[in-house]
């Protein structure tokens, strides 16, 4: 053998041995490319279900590509409390985080370092005292970040917890309780049960649909232009692992979309109008949801307005899919795709119009179930798993992607990774649990899946009634229409027990019921009226509120909630009187 011949096969030899150690390097610590949604029904996808199918082509491609869990659900169906128990992989009673107005305060688990937005909404001291009610040890982006991975974040993230470290491009602002007296009263009075004398939703599902750039939000268009751009130009060929999170707000509201989208929906033919469980029979739960929401006269609304707000939201979720797609396809054209993991979510679903509701923050199918998809190494193709997911199920996921479990002490999280689940088709646990404690609800809300039944159980209401429990069969009754509850007083117990297993509903109920006094007090009735004028700051959140409604918040309260009645002119001094409910009235001069 002639010299340049040997040397040729040593170098062979020797890049053999490089490519090995670069195999186990890629297997060590894959490159993983995340990409959310916000408020995609995760039913759009399953075809064993009968909800409506919109032409979801490119998600649809990712799903013969990889493993589909259609029965995945949000651990709570609002954007900051699912997002927050997505990064910390924990229930919300657990880290403390009920609503849109408080995410995570402290940055990495460092109590010392407060998130920037929590700052800039209330007080180093009121932040603080949130990051030690929270406990919360970082997010998977720390992990990741601590185990080499180079971060890349696009869009949407809402959660706090200052991962603006690792990215200036991207939403995080889940403080802002304080500036929207007009959200933050109503939500924080929820357990009154006053509700908006205003119930005719038709202003509201008759949206513009030819508006030339649909995604209302700034940052989705950029969001796909530049997560396009970096797979493209090579940033998972690099040798660093690379995490890069693309994170879209479409379809979440405002509900508008423009001609392309709509045309590739058409006619909702017999889903135009959903159907619905008669108004008298309604379970008081629901009862309160439709009217927190102000549709109780849905049914008087014109059934073409209903088909067109409804077709609005299914054009939507197309553009979603659309933005998703070029992303996907750079992917697919610069990556190999058994080499790095995709993994694809939304943070809850849309009821759009479904139990006469609008938006999420149920545990109705349409607002609790996501789409959960996940390719890459060892991900069986085209596989459907039937096991039950959460959102609780990505931070487990993404550590044991990336080879980081030994880094997180996994007991403490709340769900278990899908990658196990993909090749056995079990879980651990063989249910799933979700809560939700915000302004549609008038008390603690929690729910337990196992099977095909699903239990909803009520915290008791701030005046010491208990709603009964509310059970569905999903195989036989997947639009939920039939409480089979009464029906099945041992079933009933017996889902119960399981998620008393994971809540102290009531201990729980108590915190989030003291939360909102204590931050109704400081931050909507110290702040803008104290007793007087009370009943005008409540007219910003309860369009209609009357004599009757400041007496139910004054039984809450414990302080007057008045009215400032004109008074006449004595000495150049001008008196008024307060009208107060609880005659606590008195005149004073202003
Ligand atoms: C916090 O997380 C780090 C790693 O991220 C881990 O080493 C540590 O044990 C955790 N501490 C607690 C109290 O959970
Ligand atoms: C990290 O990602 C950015 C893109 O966001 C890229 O420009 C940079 O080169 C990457 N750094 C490493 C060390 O991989
Ligand atoms: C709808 O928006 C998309 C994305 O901006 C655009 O490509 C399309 O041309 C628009 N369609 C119409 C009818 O304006």
Known sequence: ???????????????????????????????????????????????????????LSNLRALMK??????????????????????????????????????????VNGDDGQIDQHCLDAYSRRECDQ????????????????????????????????????????????????????????????????????????TDWLQRPINVPKPAENFFDYPTADECTRLLEQGLFKSSTPQFLYCSFAVPHPPYQTNNTYWNLVGPLGK????VQVPRDQLHPADEYYVKSKQFWNLDSCRPEHIEHFRRVYFAMCVEADHLVGRILKAF?????????????????????????????????????????????????????????????DIYPTLVDMAGAAS?????????????PMARWDQRKKNYVVSEYYDTFSRTGTFMVRQGEKKLIVHAPLENG?????????????????????????????????LLRKEFDVEAVDRQKKLYD????????????????????????????????????????????????????VQRRAKYHTLACPSKMGEAVSL
Not at 335 to 354: C, K, Q
Not at 522 to 549: H, I, L
Request: proline fraction near 7%.
């Open 130 to 201: 949130f990051a030690a009610e929270q406990k919360i040890n970082g997010t998977f982006f720390d992990v990741l970040h601590d185990h080499g991975y180079n971060l890349t974040l696009w869009g949407k993230v809402h959660a706090g917890g200052g991962v603006e470290r690792f990215s200036r491009h991207i939403f995080n602002d889940p403080f802002t309780g304080t500036g929207l007296v007009r959200e933050s009263a109503k939500a924080w009075t929820r357990s009154t049960g006053v509700s908006s004398k205003k119930q005719d939703p």
């Open 517 to 568: 006094h204590k931050m109704f007090m400081k931050y909507v009735y110290r702040r803008y009226s104290g007793p007087a004028g009370c009943q005008k700051a409540m007219t910003v959140a309860f369009p209609g509120f009357d004599e009757e409604d400041a007496k139910e918040i004054e039984k809450w309260l414990g302080k007057p909630c008045c009215k400032v009645m004109e008074g006449r």
């Open 465 to 497: 009634v208990r709603w009964p429990a509310q059970l569905f069969n999903l195989a036989d009754d997947p639009w939920e229409l039939k409480d089979i509850a009464s029906e099945f007083p041992t079933e009933v117990s017996r889902l119960e027990a």
């Open 407 to 419: 880094r997180v002490p996994t007991h403490q999280l709340a769900g278990e990774s899908v990658l």
């Open 271 to 274: 889903h135009a109008i959903p």
């Open 65 to 106: 590509r990889g493993t589909y869990f259609p029965n995945a659900y949000s651990n709570s169906p609002l954007c900051v409390p699912a997002r927050t128990s997505m990064v910390t992989g924990r229930f919300n009673s657990d880290i403390k985080i009920w609503d849109n107005f408080v995410g995570i305060a402290s």
């Open 1 to 55: 053998m002639s010299l340049p011949a040997r040397a040729l096969l040593i170098i062979a030899g020797c890049s053999q041995v490089l490519n090995a150690a670069e195999q186990q390097e890629k297997h060590e610590r894959p490159h993983i490319l995340f990409l959310m949604v916000d408020e995609m029904d995760g039913r759009l996808l399953d075809d064993e279900t009968p909800q409506f199918k919109p032409p």
């Open 332 to 392: 697919w054209n610069n990556v190999d795709p058994d080499s790095a993991f995709v993994i694809f979510v939304s943070d809850h679903g849309e009821l759009n119009l479904e139990h006469r509701q609008w938006q999420k923050s149920s545990m109705k199918e349409a607002s609790a179930r996501i789409p959960l998809i996940v390719s890459g190494p060892g991900m069986p193709k085209g596989r459907r798993i039937q096991s039950l997911a959460s959102l609780n």
